[in-house]
Each structure stands twice: as C-alpha cells, then as structure tokens.
C-alpha cells in the first residue's frame, strides 16, 4: 500500500506470476478494485463484514447482485440515477431528467413481473456504454440523454466525459476522436442491452 503506482502495477504482475508458478491458493485482501480484478480468479467482496458476492471478476462486472457490488467493481465506476418505472403493456420506460429510457422486453418482462410500475428504482450504466457516436444515438433513439460537459479528461486511448443529469453526477467513456469539449452540450444513449436497474429500498438487483 506504500508503493507508488508504477511500482504497485509491477508488484501485481510479480505476485500474478507467483501464483501461476505456486499453483496454490492464494488469499489477498485488498481494498483496491483494479488490484480484485486483475489478481482474483474470485472475488468475495465485503461491506461491513458482511460478504455481498462471491464470484468471477467478470461475472461480478457484468451481473452484481446489488448496488454496492456494481459501484464497487469497474473504474470509472458505474453511473446511478433515480428513475421512474413505467409499464405501458408489455414496454417499460425508465422517466429521468425529461428522458424515458426504453428497457429491451428481456429486461422490461422483470420489473413488470416485479410490480414496479409507478415505483423509483436506481437505473445503472457504466462509463463505457454511454456512447457520444452521432451513428449510435441515430440507432438508439429510445436512450438518448442530453447534458452540458464539465470535464474533459484525455487519456491518450479514449476520453471520460464528465457530466451531471438529473441531480447526479455522470461519466462517459468514449473515443478519443471525439468532439466534445468542456462547456459543450452534448447528446449521448445508454446501450440499452448493458442497463442495470436496482430495487430503489432493498438495493438488491432487478435486472443486470
């Protein structure tokens, strides 16, 4: 924990090899998610003292259990907004900031089965799959947010945008071609196929 960065990213490549040539099972506590994920072949990730999930790094990625384990794995971490819930047959949209976010029927069959219409739940996305492409907003009509850009962070290969909409704090990962600057307002879509949705009281997941 004292080392430095370029020195931790060496000692986790050290300790990685040391564990392929032991080929024994290794126990390491770490608060650090980047260190869980790239060490782990699983993960049990603690609040409290209470264990939350036990599982791959990739299935913890890409189907946490509940509200702490998706804003815990994956850095920039994953983005929250509150959201209405409203059903309209069998088609669910997520109401926030003046946007109605279509849910794929997959997703939408959950919180229908779930009696969440007219009910807040927390909608979750991840930096990566909030896309600024003109030729992936022209595809996704049915997520399209717009907000103003206060951050512009470069990174060499892509870009965080930082950006608030609807009373939270958001951040898009996104192609370093792009041509959104500071101060620009700027429309992005949700990969609809890649939205979270948490039970607003329990935290729990309703769909990953």
Same mark, same amino acid.
Do not use: W
């Given at each position: 924990?004292?080392?430095?960065?370029?020195?931790?990213?060496? &000692?986790?490549? #050290?300790?990685?090899?040391?564990?392929?040539?032991?080929?024994?099972?290794?126990?390491?506590?770490?608060?650090?998610? !980047? #260190?869980?994920?790239?060490?782990?072949?699983?993960?049990? +990730?603690?609040?409290?003292?209470?264990?939350?999930?036990?599982?791959?790094?990739?299935?913890?990625?890409?189907?946490?259990?509940?509200?702490?384990? $998706?804003?815990?794995?994956? *850095?920039?971490?994953?983005?929250?907004?509150?959201?209405?819930?409203? +059903?309209?047959?069998?088609?669910?949209?997520?109401?926030?900031?003046?946007?109605?976010?279509?849910?794929?029927?997959?997703?939408?069959? /959950?919180?229908?089965?779930?009696?969440?219409?007219?009910?807040?739940? %927390?909608?979750?996305?991840?930096?990566?799959? +909030?896309?600024?492409?003109?030729?992936?907003?022209?595809?996704?009509?049915?997520? %399209?947010?717009?907000?103003?850009?206060?951050?512009?962070? &470069?990174?060499?290969?892509? +870009?965080?945008?930082?950006?608030?909409?609807?009373? *939270?704090?958001?951040? $898009?990962? %996104?192609?370093?071609?792009? !041509?959104?600057? !500071?101060?620009?307002?700027? /429309?992005? $879509?949700?990969? $609809?196929?890649?939205?979270?949705?948490?039970?607003? #009281?329990?935290?729990?997941?309703?769909?990953?």
């Amino acid at each position: 924990s004292n080392l430095d960065a370029k020195l931790r990213g060496q &000692m986790r490549i #050290e300790i990685s090899k040391l564990h392929q040539r032991l080929g024994t099972t290794i126990i390491y506590v770490t608060h650090d998610q !980047t #260190e869980a994920m790239t060490l782990g072949t699983r993960i049990v +990730v603690m609040s409290a003292g209470i264990v939350q999930q036990v599982d791959t790094p990739q299935v913890l990625y890409d189907t946490p259990c509940n509200l702490f384990v $998706a804003g815990f794995i994956g *850095s920039p971490q994953m983005n929250f907004l509150d959201a209405t819930c409203k +059903v309209n047959g069998n088609k669910v949209a997520l109401e926030v900031g003046g946007a109605a976010i279509e849910l794929p029927p997959a997703k939408a069959k /959950k919180l229908i089965e779930g009696g969440y219409d007219g009910k807040t739940v %927390v909608l979750g996305i991840r930096p990566e799959d +909030v896309h600024d492409e003109p030729m992936f907003i022209a595809s996704s009509p049915n997520t %399209v947010i717009e907000s103003k850009i206060r951050v512009y962070e &470069m990174l060499g290969a892509e +870009v965080y945008l930082y950006f608030d909409y609807a009373g *939270s704090s958001m951040t $898009a990962r %996104v192609d370093p071609r792009t !041509t959104a600057r !500071t101060g620009d307002t700027v /429309k992005f $879509a949700f990969d $609809a196929e890649k939205i979270h949705v948490f039970d607003k #009281e329990t935290e729990c997941t309703i769909t990953n």
